[in-house]
């Protein structure tokens, strides 16, 4: 049986937290969110994000599952709100450019990884013959269903999914906005390339900082808590995994504090 969370001394610490980090005292938020993971181990407020984002500590392979699915459970309402007409999230008729001016499509089967409320379905729904869906929310997978784009939906965490899916290859699989949410990217373009055709493309977004900022590194969390990665790294893995690069574009992400968030569009085919 899980054990039951404190929500009282876990809103304290949480809390104190946030104050303790919005002042810049680094140590003592550390401290303060390790109490966090101590009362809640599953970390439905990120705090192992937090701390690696402050630089401190080692960095996750990827978020929680909790915290994933508990922040677009409690945001599912005003996603598009904010991430479209806020923060200038415009990624999915992104892709749909791309492949329209590379004159790449009709597909017949397109897997979108971390669908969400249907963002990507939507730029692409006229492209493809059969669509699937898979997010981790629940709240935005209901999101998604009533807007009736999908063949199908499943509620499940996309690495999973990949690995455990028994279905007909696609010839498409998008994952816009889910590379963020991922450090370790090996799990990832391997279940990708495992669910693809053969010649089957491979298209995400990605977000990165100054090489200066990376230091070397693969990957690293951001100051949002988001995870930015080497467009060396990519491309590496991407190749290590049987792809190659079709295409890898410059791109703002979104909006951040009033400033672009520079990442990649990357199209790659499976050639095994």
């Known amino acids: 049986?899980?054990?039951?969370?404190?929500?009282?001394?876990l809103g304290e610490a949480y809390n104190r937290a946030l104050a303790l980090e919005k002042a810049g005292d680094i140590d003592a938020a550390v401290a303060a969110y390790e109490e966090v993971l101590a009362i809640d181990p599953d970390d439905h407020g990120g705090?192992?994000?937090?701390?690696?984002?402050?630089?401190?500590g080692e960095t996750p392979a990827r978020a929680p599952d909790a915290y994933v699915e508990t922040l677009f459970d409690q945001h599912a309402e005003v996603f598009e709100d904010v991430l479209v007409e806020q923060l200038g999230y415009h990624v999915p008729m992104l892709v749909r450019q791309r492949l329209q001016a590379l004159?790449?499509?009709?597909?017949?089967?397109?897997?979108?990884l971390g669908c969400g409320t249907g963002?990507?379905?939507?730029?692409?729904?006229?492209?493809?013959?059969?669509?699937?869906?898979?997010?981790l929310s629940e709240k935005m997978v209901e999101i998604a269903?009533?807007?009736?784009?999908?063949?199908?939906l499943f509620v499940a965490e996309v690495e999973d999914f990949l690995d455990d899916n028994d279905e007909d290859a696609?010839?498409?699989?998008?994952?816009?906005?889910?590379l963020p949410y991922l450090g370790a990217l090996e799990p990832l373009f391997?279940?990708?390339?495992?669910?693809?055709?053969?010649?089957?493309?491979?298209?995400?977004?990605?977000?990165?900082?100054p090489h200066a900022?990376?230091?070397g590194r693969a990957y690293m969390v951001g100051p949002h808590q988001r995870f930015a990665h080497a467009d060396a790294y990519v491309k590496e893995r991407l190749a290590a995994t049987g792809f190659e690069l079709v295409e890898i574009s410059d791109i703002n992400v979104r909006m951040e504090d009033g400033q672009p968030t520079p990442g990649h569009l990357v199209i790659a085919r499976y050639i095994g």
């Open 1 to 9: 049986m899980a054990k039951k969370i404190d929500e009282e001394a």
């Open 47 to 56: 705090a192992a994000v937090r701390i690696a984002a402050m630089g401190r």
């Open 103 to 112: 004159k790449l499509g009709p597909f017949k089967r397109l897997l979108d």
């Open 119 to 135: 963002l990507t379905g939507g730029a692409l729904r006229d492209l493809c013959a059969d669509m699937t869906g898979i997010d």
């Open 145 to 152: 269903h009533e807007k009736d784009l999908y063949e199908t």
């Open 170 to 178: 696609f010839d498409i699989i998008t994952a816009t906005d889910v």
């Open 190 to 209: 391997f279940g990708a390339a495992e669910n693809l055709t053969p010649d089957g493309l491979f298209i995400f977004s990605s977000e990165t900082v």
């Open 213 to 215: 900022t990376l230091a």
